[in-house]
């Protein structure tokens, strides 16, 4: 089964900032859009960034927007996460996804990396 392996989480103090990545297998050729959803417990997973791989659009979260840059490397089969003005409600895991095609089916997922803001 493949799965996206995401690294950089970690605890930041409030206006910090992270860097998430997360990497998928050489042999995945097709991808249509990368991206991070995020999921604190009881409450349901929630939509942060993507990005289209092929011209670069990219997507954002109200609440993230101007604090949260995705970018993408077509070489790495890498998508990549900086998040600056980190706040205490950006606490979560975040998990990343990959779409094979156009219809948002998130063939992949990633294990999750923990996110927490506090002082």
């Known amino acids: 089964q493949v799965q996206l392996v995401e690294s950089g989480g970690g605890l930041v103090q409030p206006g910090g900032s992270l860097r998430l990545s997360c990497a998928a297998p050489g042999s995945i050729f097709s991808i249509y859009t990368m991206g991070w959803f995020r999921q604190v417990p009881g409450k349901e997973r929630e939509f942060v960034a993507a990005i289209r791989w092929s011209g670069g659009s990219t997507y954002y979260a109200d609440s993230v927007k101007g604090r949260f840059t995705i970018s993408g490397d077509s070489g790495k089969n890498t998508v990549y996460l900086q998040m600056n003005s980190l706040k205490p409600e950006d606490t979560a895991v975040y998990y990343c996804?990959?779409?094979?095609?156009?219809?948002?089916?998130?063939?992949?997922w990633g294990q999750g990396t923990q996110v927490t803001v506090s002082s």
């Open positions: 996804y990959l779409d094979r095609s156009a219809g948002g089916s998130h063939d992949y």
